[in-house]
């Protein structure tokens, strides 16, 4: 199993372009996740799905948008992208069942300028 | 509101030098508590969990335990290749079903 994997690995963006960040899991699992990492701050939860068709908020999902299509694949969507969305995005998930440990992906650093 | 916090931010050891890191946390209703190992360019990989004060899990020269307040994980005879960030998350009953992170403490195994 190739796990959790995101493209890109890097990417810049201007002021007010978009992008799509991919994100894939082959493992099955219900419930994936999307988190910005800041330098010196802990990961932040922009938003989540607990299965295809269901997603909901998280704490910081201003500037951002996603959708749930399949049980493999969770694009998260920037739109008018801003330098205060500079940031390494990850992607994680978690099968669910009573289980909360969550397996992430190797990230994607965004550089807004 | 939920608080998880690390400490030390940084702790550079020698190598054979064992050692502890923090993880107190401030929740209501907690589900279970988690550690992470994340190299340097790379996705945070999972090591433990724990549910429930007393538990201990073990893996390799890392030990974590948990009480009701806090958590720790303890590093024996450390090597160089045990050099990282160490992420503590926990997941908590209702809300947003996520994990909430500390910043994480940065470990230096000097040779």
């Known amino acids: 199993n190739a796990g959790v994997t995101q493209t890109p690995k890097f990417r810049i963006l201007k002021i007010g372009q978009s992008m799509t960040l991919q994100c894939t899991q082959d493992?099955?699992?219900?419930?994936m996740y999307w988190y910005r990492q800041d330098p010196g701050m802990g990961l932040k939860l922009i938003y989540y799905?607990?299965?295809?068709?269901?997603?909901d908020k998280g704490e910081v999902p201003n500037g951002y948008n996603v959708s749930r299509s399949t049980t493999e694949d969770f694009p998260l969507r920037l739109e008018l992208a801003a330098p205060s969305q500079t940031s390494v995005y990850f992607c994680?998930?978690?099968?669910?069942?009573?289980?909360?440990?969550?397996?992430f992906g190797p990230g994607t650093r965004l550089t807004v300028t | 509101e939920d608080q998880v916090t690390q400490s030390p931010e940084a702790l550079r050891l020698q190598e054979g030098e064992s050692s502890s890191l923090n993880c107190s946390y401030t929740?209501?209703?907690?589900?279970?508590l988690f550690w992470y190992r994340q190299d340097p360019g790379k996705g945070p990989e999972f090591l433990f969990t724990?549910?429930?004060a007393g538990e201990e899990k073990e893996k390799e020269r890392l030990k974590a335990t948990l009480t009701k307040k806090e958590s720790f994980l303890h590093i024996t005879a450390p090597k160089p290749e045990d050099s990282a960030t160490y992420l503590c998350?926990?997941?908590?009953?209702?809300?947003?079903?996520?994990?909430?992170f500390g910043k994480g403490t940065h470990l230096i195994i000097q040779p």
């Open positions: 929740v209501s209703g907690l589900r279970g």
């Open positions: 799905s607990v299965g295809a068709g269901i997603t």
């Open positions: 724990l549910y429930s």
């Open positions: 994680a998930s978690n099968k669910g069942q009573g289980t909360y440990e969550q397996y």
């Open positions: 998350a926990v997941h908590v009953a209702g809300g947003a079903d996520g994990l909430t």
């Open positions: 493992m099955n699992h219900n419930y």
